[in-house]
Structures are given as structure tokens and as C-alpha cells.
């Protein structure tokens, strides 16, 4: 290269560097801030729980719950159920968008070769004869590479890189939220078959009721009002029973779906155990911990961190840029003279460009990342603040419903005992039909309360296994534990 042809590339290099200025992003900025999660106060509302290191859930929570068909269900819904291949199509697309952008940062060396046959008419002929035959032959190669002067297209990459790791870590959370969902319409189909069987229990108590009223009735101890009345209880016992008939088959088909089955599949369980509620803990290193144990907010923060590169690869594009292109080749009219001399040719290209005026459509692209990147800070600071809200409430109402169900036990079995006395009394013909009518509704009130509380404290079970993370671990996700915290200037 002569001395003057290197002159005249550093004068369009300077120019370019003078000219860098025109197209400026000065005054866009960020404002999105990530919050500290040792500044969320929890302490009042997680007083006086049970702080144990081992609190934090297995990956397999849902064996504690104590029945085996529930662990069958679980990964029979992990393989088949549609909710995980849209999951995993999600990281796949991911994943490809970030093999993509890592292949955009490479060089590209194309080659080509051809054969053309030819024959020209009269008027393209120089000779005027027409008629003419000519062969064409070529073949060549050509390279091209764009620099990267600014680290754009590594920034650019790394951002691409950071979503698919957040849609990696979106797969586990579909998980945890499918495994909590299957449980807990597992929990419901339980609680559908107690429903029923306490309405099919209300029904029996009403005929025995019936027989009674008919016996007192021939007797003339009751009238004919008072057997009408009875009459109808058993209507709406029957009713009650059919309700319930039509909720259990609903809660088979809901779990069949969440199986990713037909609705017969529903049919083919078999009526679950009783479920054991989980013993009311947390983890002593709550909540700092917490942020590498919910999928939900490693996902968020490898989110906010591809908002950030995102936003260094918009910078770059107000900078200059070099790309270097080149061809090399030979083309030949004579088969034998195809690698002479004057058939190869080659070309090398090397081009500056910098933007000077573009109607502000980098402005508007930068500004708009740096919306994106306020987006996925508030996102994760809400994840961050649900997360903790999920874990307090959650553990409160576990603590308390306990209580509850030995409040609410003590009552039915009073309610059971003072409903025995009473058909007792009422069969030998001195009780009151009011009486009996009055005890037997608050008996049937206070047994389905108590089924209600039971499979309340189940699915507060479920959710506490699923608000600490349900087994999730991301410490090998190291480089998202590092939020960008201040503003991008």
C-alpha cells in the first residue's frame, strides 16, 4: 500500500472520528433501580416461626406430602403436559437467538463457482454475423468482517446470552408451578371425595329422619307439616349429593387436563390418601437467600442483566465502524487459460462509516432500551416484593390453621354427639323436630368446615413448598447474582 493511499485512510478515519458527534445519545438515561432484599422488613410478620436450615424444600417436595400416586402423577405431568413443551420451545428459541448473535460476531467466507453457456443473436453480436458460442467460467471466493471496535456485537451476544438462560431458568419455574398445580388439584380430587362422602353421609341421616318422621306421623305424634318438611331435607340431601357427584368428576378432569390427557384419564385415579400438611419452618437464612432459590427471581435478574448489555450494544451503533470486505478469484472465457494471469482478479475493501444524521431513529432505538431496561427492574423488584409477601402470608395463615382445625374438631365431634341424643330422643318419641332439624344442619355445617380446613392447610402446604422455591437452586448462575443497581449514563 503507497504512502498516499495510507494517508488518505487516516484522513477518513480522523474524519469519521470528528464526525462521530453528529449522532449523540446525550441525555438518555436510565431509572430503573433493583431493590436490596435486606431492606424489605419481614421480621414482625415472620416472628416467633420455627427457623430451621433444613426448612428449605427438596426438589421432590411433593413425596412429604405422604402418598406415592402423587409422585407418579407429578412426572407423568412433567413429560407429558403441554404447559412444559411450551417451556421448552421458549428456551429453545432462546438458546438459537444466542447461538445467532454469536455467529453474527464472526467473519464470513463465501466461495462460488459456475459454468455459463452462451449464444448470441445477430444484434448482440459485435461482429454482426450472430450465432456466436462462448463459455463462461468463474469461480472465486469472498470475505467479509466487521470489527468490533466498541465490543457491541460482544455486548449484543452477551445480552442474547442472558434471556436464554432466563428462559433455562423459566423451564424450572414451569415445573414448580405444574408440580404445585398437580398437587394441589390432587388435594382437590381429595377433597371432592370427602365432600361426597359426607353429603351421601347427610343423605342416610335424612332417611333414617324419614322413617322416623313416618313412624311418628302413624303414631300421631307429628303432622303431616312436619313429615312434608322432612320430606324435603331428603329432596335437598339428594340434591347435595349430586352437586357434589358433578364436583368430584370435575376435579378428576381438571387434573387429567394438568396431566395432559384426556378426561378420561380422571377417571383412571384412584381416590387419594390423606394428605399430610408440611411442619411449619422456614429457613434461618430467609430472605437473603431466597433470591438464588425462586426461579422466578434468577430469571428476572439474568433479564435485567440482558437489558443491560442491550443497552451497551445500543451505544455502540452511535460510534464509527470498520468493516473489511475482499474477493479473489478468476474468470475466462478459454477453458485453458482459466488460472492465467489475466483471468484472476481480487479486490479488498476495507470501509468507515460513522452516523451523521438519521432523524433520530438511534435516539429512539437507545431510549427504548433504556425503557427495556427499566421494564426488567421494576419486574424483578416486583418479583422480589411478591416473593416475600408469598413466603409471610403464606407461613402466617400455616400457623394459625392448626388451631383452627382442633377448634373446629371439638365442635363437630360436639355437634356428632348432641345429634345422636337427639335422634335418640326424637325416635322415642319425646324429642322436638326442631330440635333434630336444627342439630343435624349444624352437624353437617361443622363436618364440612372441618373437610375445608383439612384441605386448607394441604394446599397452604403446597403453596409455602412452592413460595420457597420447591427445591430450586441457582448457585451455579453466578453471573446473574450481580444486578446492575445504578442508572446507565
Not at 312 to 324: C, D, M, S, V
Not at 425 to 451: K, M, T
Amino acid at each position: 500500500m503507497s504512502s498516499k493511499t495510507l494517508r488518505a485512510g487516516m484522513s477518513l478515519v480522523l474524519v469519521a472520528m470528528t464526525l462521530a458527534g453528529c449522532a449523540s445519545y446525550s441525555g438518555l438515561n436510565t431509572e430503573g433501580v433493583s431493590l436490596d432484599a435486606k431492606n424489605l422488613k419481614a421480621g414482625q410478620s415472620l416472628s416467633g416461626v420455627t427457623l430451621s436450615p433444613a426448612a428449605w424444600p427438596k426438589s421432590d417436595w411433593w413425596k412429604s406430602l405422604g402418598d406415592p400416586q402423587l409422585d407418579g402423577l407429578i412426572r407423568e405431568a412433567l413429560h407429558d403436559s403441554p404447559d412444559m413443551q411450551i417451556a421448552d420451545a421458549r428456551a429453545h428459541q432462546a438458546s438459537a437467538a444466542a447461538y445467532a448473535a454469536d455467529a453474527a460476531r464472526m467473519p464470513t467466507l463465501d466461495a462460488s463457482a459456475g459454468v455459463s453457456r452462451s449464444r448470441l443473436a445477430r444484434d448482440q453480436d459485435p461482429s454482426g454475423q450472430g450465432g456466436t458460442y462462448s463459455t463462461l467460467r468463474n469461480i472465486g471466493a469472498s470475505f467479509n468482517y466487521n470489527f468490533d471496535l466498541w465490543g457491541g456485537q460482544r455486548d449484543a451476544w452477551e445480552a442474547a446470552l442472558g434471556e436464554a438462560r432466563a428462559a433455562e431458568v423459566d423451564q424450572q419455574a414451569a415445573q414448580l408451578t405444574l408440580s404445585a398445580d398437580v398437587a394441589r388439584a390432587y388435594s382437590d380430587l381429595g377433597q371432592a371425595h370427602i365432600v361426597y362422602d359426607l353429603a351421601n353421609e347427610d343423605l342416610k341421616r335424612t332417611k333414617q329422619m324419614l322413617e322416623l318422621s313416618q313412624r311418628r306421623l302413624s303414631s300421631g305424634i307429628d303432622s303431616q307439616y312436619q313429615f312434608q318438611q322432612t320430606e324435603s331435607l331428603e329432596a335437598s340431601s339428594e340434591a347435595s349429593l349430586i352437586d357434589a357427584e358433578k364436583r368430584l368428576q370435575s376435579a378428576k378432569i381438571a387434573l387429567a387436563v394438568l396431566l395432559g390427557k384426556g378426561p378420561d384419564r380422571g377417571n383412571e385415579i384412584a381416590r387419594p390418601k390423606i394428605l399430610q400438611a408440611s411442619a411449619v419452618a422456614l429457613p434461618s437464612v430467609l430472605p437473603a437467600e431466597l433470591l438464588g432459590r425462586r426461579p422466578d427471581l434468577v430469571a428476572a435478574r439474568w433479564r435485567v442483566e440482558a437489558a443491560s448489555k442491550n443497552i451497551a450494544a445500543g451505544k455502540t451503533q452511535f460510534y464509527p465502524n470498520l468493516n473489511l470486505s475482499a474477493a479473489a478469484g478468476a474468470e475466462s472465457l478459454l477453458g485453458d487459460a482459466m488460472f492465467g494471469s489475466a483471468s484472476r482478479f481480487f479486490n479488498v475493501a476495507p470501509t468507515i462509516s460513522v452516523p451523521i444524521f438519521d432523524g433520530g431513529r438511534l435516539r429512539a432505538d437507545l431510549d427504548s432500551r433504556d425503557a427495556d431496561y427499566d421494564l426488567a427492574v421494576a419486574q424483578y423488584n416486583k418479583s422480589l416484593v411478591k416473593a416475600l409477601g408469598d413466603v409471610s402470608d403464606t407461613i402466617n395463615q400455616l400457623r394459625d390453621i392448626g388451631r383452627q382445625i382442633g377448634a373446629q374438631q371439638h365442635a363437630t365431634d360436639i355437634a356428632q354427639d348432641s345429634y345422636n341424643t337427639v335422634v335418640q330422643r326424637y325416635g322415642s318419641g319425646i324429642g322436638n323436630y326442631l330440635d333434630v332439624l336444627s342439630i343435624e344442619q349444624q352437624l353437617l355445617q361443622a363436618q364440612r368446615q372441618l373437610a375445608n380446613l383439612n384441605a386448607e392447610q394441604i394446599d397452604l402446604s403446597i403453596q409455602l413448598m412452592q413460595a420457597l422455591g420447591g427445591g430450586f437452586q441457582g448457585e451455579t448462575l453466578t453471573a446473574a447474582n450481580a444486578l446492575p443497581a445504578t442508572q446507565h449514563n
